[in-house]
């Protein structure tokens, strides 16, 4: 008898309307989320990109006239630094133009899948400058930083990856060219690259 009843109680529930307002509700939640994964990033900074190429070749410019390594090293950072605040000043009001956010899901796609060769690419800086092969980490700060912008840009428009193959190309061809002409690469990549790329982005998807 328990068991007859409780099947009974079982096919009543099954029987009941379904309410067609919470459906409704599980389809939309369901839609935006499939719009969200598969929507791209378009606040990548351009004219802020200009910029950061600017202050890139003024870097590269002063880099060039120091004498010891640490200076120029010293130089490098402090435009790394600079060059990151503006370009976050730049995604920041892009987002607020284009009423979009920074913790959207293609914005953290971008930032979680740049963010690897990144790290990567500081932890080898730090292993050159302990065992002393300070010619080879402009090449590979152009190429670790190309392959942050490949793989971050997969989740932005599509000239991001482009660019980013293209600082790729001109790190693979720093490594085999003199250790003299790593702020002429350094000028080219970081900052004619972005200029370039910004003006384009800044043309092409509003700033």
């Known amino acids: 008898m328990g068991q007859a009843q409780a099947f009974k109680t079982e096919e009543k ?46 870097a590269a410019y002063i880099a060039h006239s120091q004498i010891s390594i640490r200076d120029w090293l010293t130089v490098w950072l402090t435009e790394a630094i600079l060059a990151f605040f503006i370009g976050l000043l730049a995604m920041w009001q892009k987002t607020k133009l284009s009423k979009t956010s920074l913790f959207s899901t293609p914005a953290r796609k971008l930032i979680m899948n740049s963010l ?57 061809v720093a490594f085999f060219l003199p250790a003299n002409t790593g702020q002429v690469m350094m000028a080219l990549s970081f900052g004619v690259l972005h200029i370039v790329f910004g003006a384009i982005i800044g043309r092409k998807f509003g700033g």
């Not at 009941?16 to 791209?40: C, H, W, Y």
Request: aromatic content about 12%.
């Open 13 to 58: 529930e099954t029987r009941q309307p379904i309410n067609i307002g919470d459906r409704a509700m599980d389809n939309l939640k369901f839609i935006r989320e499939t719009m969200e994964r598969s929507a791209v990033f378009t606040s990548v900074p351009g004219y802020g990109g200009i910029l950061m190429g600017a202050t890139a070749i003024v």
């Open 116 to 172: 690897p060769p990144m790290l990567c690419g500081v932890f080898i800086t730090l292993g050159l400058w302990r065992f002393g092969h300070f010619e080879v980490m402009i090449p590979t700060w152009i190429l670790c930083y190309g392959a942050a912008v490949v793989c971050g840009g997969a989740f932005s428009v599509k000239v991001v990856p482009i660019m980013g193959w293209c600082f790729i190309a001109l790190g693979a």
